[in-house]
């Protein structure tokens, strides 16, 4: 994946300077510090990056000027990543299923958080991973699954025990010697602070059915990004009601919080530019970009619709708009996007589109599908 060396002032410059025939991913690292730092100075806890969500280097590097000192890593390359990027960061492994090659890697690597969600899974820790790593003790967080409330993608569905499941899990993590603490990830681009709360609440019972007061309590990642026009995350609201029912539930027994934020940290500091490569009739438009390369996660999660469309010149098309069938650039009839998507009027060949907030599972889902594929990135001081 390329690099402009250029530090443009925006995307429009971008479009301007260079009329990209491939999609260009603007990266504007401000946005990303600003959000990180939103995070620090507002989550009641620690904030560790889910790296799945982007995994480039300069992303990594920014978080870490940034004040970031924690990864939630899923893998042996995410653990090598962070170790090579950032030696001194915390590193946890909440991928709750792993090969015990996976596991003897993490081992070796120092790796002292993980998470476990099923019994057979708990037996190949307590084969494999020691209950202390470098005079360190190690934790072990049991996930646990609620149904879905106020998110748009259901993690439930793959991973996490039940309540009952996870408090017998408790108990033999900490029969074993190791540090007992919980988790959960209340689902993707989940808006609404109560679906916090009802698991906060669940964390407590469990922690009763097994008599075990747990060290620290993840809540996960699923904090939502800038994606639908005028509906911005609230993010303080979100902080605030973990805060405030932690302290309700745990008094003076509260374990520590820990996050585990990816599109919430790196969604909105980035902006996909494409470019329209025809408009079928005065109907349907076929962009050089779409479902097997930076959008790749919109036809599960919904569109990005805080999109603008500039001219080959780099002026913004204003005209009114109308919903669209939007189509990638493959000849796989799957590759388009969900509904339609509001665009002007006046849109044509050669004009671009911009979907702003695209950061996350965009960059690392890109393929070279059909010959397409072959994004770039450049570096603004701002996204609009």
Avoid at 31 to 59: C, D, H, W
Avoid at 193 to 199: F, K, R, T, V
């Amino acid at each position: 994946m390329g690099h402009n060396k250029t530090v443009w002032d925006n995307p429009a410059e971008v479009i301007r300077n260079l009329q990209p025939d491939n999609p260009v991913m603007a990266f504007a690292p401000t946005v990303l510090q600003e959000r990180a730092r939103r995070f620090i100075n507002g989550f009641p806890g620690l904030v560790t990056y889910a790296v799945k969500s982007n995994p480039e280097e300069v992303v990594v590097q920014n978080l870490l000027s940034a004040g970031l000192k924690g990864f939630d890593v899923a893998s042996p390359a995410e653990i090598d990543l962070v170790g090579r990027l950032a030696p001194g960061a915390a590193r946890h492994y909440h991928n709750p299923v792993r090969a015990r090659c996976e596991i003897a890697h993490a081992v070796e690597a120092g790796v002292r958080a993980w998470s476990v969600d099923s019994q057979s899974e708990l037996d190949k820790l307590f084969e494999q991973v020691p209950t202390s790593i470098d005079g360190q003790k190690v934790e072990i967080s049991p996930r646990f699954k609620l149904p879905v409330l106020g998110a748009i993608y259901d993690f439930g569905s793959k991973f996490g025990a039940t309540p009952e499941m996870a408090a017998e899990m408790l108990r033999a993590v900490e029969a074993r010697g190791y540090v007992a603490s919980l988790t959960f990830h209340p689902g993707t681009q989940c808006v609404d602070p109560a679906a916090w709360e009802s698991y906060i609440r669940v964390a407590r019972d469990i922690c009763d059915m097994a008599d075990v007061r747990i060290r620290r309590l993840n809540v996960g990642g699923g904090f939502p990004s800038y994606r639908v026009v005028g509906v911005e995350p609230e993010l303080e609201a979100i902080f605030d009601r973990i805060g405030t029912t932690a302290e309700e539930m745990f008094g003076q027994d509260a374990p520590e919080l820990v996050c585990e934020p990816g599109r919430g940290l790196c969604a909105d500091a980035f902006s996909l530019i494409t470019r329209v490569k025809a408009v079928r009739d005065g109907s349907s438009v076929f962009l050089n970009d779409g479902v097997y390369g930076g959008l790749a996660e919109l036809p599960v999660v919904g569109n990005i619709d805080r999109v603008q469309v500039f001219d080959a010149d780099g002026r913004l098309r204003e005209a009114e708009r109308s919903g669209r069938i939007i189509f990638g650039p493959t000849c796989d009839s799957v590759d388009r996007l969900p509904g339609e998507l509001g665009l002007p009027a006046d849109i044509t060949e050669g004009d671009y589109v911009i979907f702003h907030g695209a950061g996350a599972y965009s960059t690392v889902t890109n393929t070279r599908f059909n010959g397409f594929g072959a994004m770039t990135h450049a570096t603004v001081m701002a996204l609009e």
